[in-house]
T-cell receptor, first 112, second 115 residues
Framework: GEDVEQSLFLSVREGDSSVINCTYTDSSSTYLYWYKQEPGAGLQLLTYIFSNMDMKQDQRLTVLLNKKDKHLSLRIADTQTGDSAIYFCAEKEAGGYQKVTFGTGTKLQVIP | DAGVIQSPRHEVTEMGQEVTLRCKPISGHDYLFWYRQTMMRGLELLIYFNNNVPIDDSGMPEDRFSAKMPNASFSTLKIQPSEPRDSAVYFC?????????????FGPGTRLTVT
């Protein structure tokens, strides 16, 4: 079955860039997503990228997709304390079904 | 839109009791998902519905768990009888096939504690 892996923890200083990495196994993935979960809240969609793209930028967020290596990354520029959260990578397989496979989540700690 | 609504936000119950979690998806969304999140197992998909019909319930842990979607605006997840290992945060999410990007919108979750 599909598998999505992430490192568990990342610590950065405020103002630096953060890079959160994700690898996935399903070569037929069509959409790949990044979600953010703040304490006590549900997951919130940050951005997504279609599998025929290799980069997408949205304000401070940059998503890079290396389809050959099945590697996805999320870069957050000028990281702020409000960016402290758990970040989930997710992928949707090809086909009509809506099932999305989520990674284990990366906890980002921003040090003031 | 108010987003996905879940109730209750917190539930504390004793082992053996029946627990019912409720979800109202975003209006117009035709897919509804139930997830469970724990520290040990992360985020697990339990079941999902399309147009009120269950499509995949392979993630439901055992027969003690059941889910229904009687109409497009309401779903329940029931645990009977509950056990301490069911303690977790349960999320409901909804999505729409129209539009193409299939992103899911999550509710705030129900934190269940079974003592």
């Amino acid at each position: 079955g599909e598998d999505v892996e992430q490192s568990l923890f990342l610590s950065v200083r405020e103002g630096d860039s953060s890079v959160i990495n994700c690898t996935y196994t399903d070569s037929s993935s069509t959409y790949l997503y990044w979600y953010k979960q703040e304490p006590g809240a549900g997951l919130q969609l940050l951005t997504y990228i279609f599998s025929n793209m290799d980069m997408k930028q949205d304000q401070r967020l940059t998503v890079l997709l290396n389809k050959k290596d099945k590697h996805l990354s999320l870069r957050i520029a000028d990281t702020q304390t409000g960016d402290s959260a758990i970040y989930f990578c997710a992928e949707k397989e090809a086909g009509g079904y809506q099932k999305v496979t989520f990674g284990t989540g990366t906890k980002l700690q921003v040090i003031p | 839109d108010a987003g996905v609504i879940q109730s209750p936000r917190h539930e504390v119950t004793e082992m053996g009791q029946e627990v019912t979690l409720r979800c109202k998806p975003i209006s117009g969304h035709d897919y509804l998902f139930w997830y469970r999140q724990t520290m040990m197992r992360g985020l697990e998909l339990l079941i999902y519905f399309n147009n009120n019909v269950p499509i995949d319930d392979s993630g439901m842990p055992e027969d003690r768990f059941s889910a229904k979607m009687p109409n497009a605006s309401f779903s329940t997840l029931k645990i009977q009888p509950s056990e301490p290992r069911d303690s977790a945060v349960y999320f409901c999410a909804s999505s729409a096939r129209a539009g193409g990007s299939y992103e899911q919108y999550f509710g705030p979750g129900t934190r269940l504690t079974v003592t």
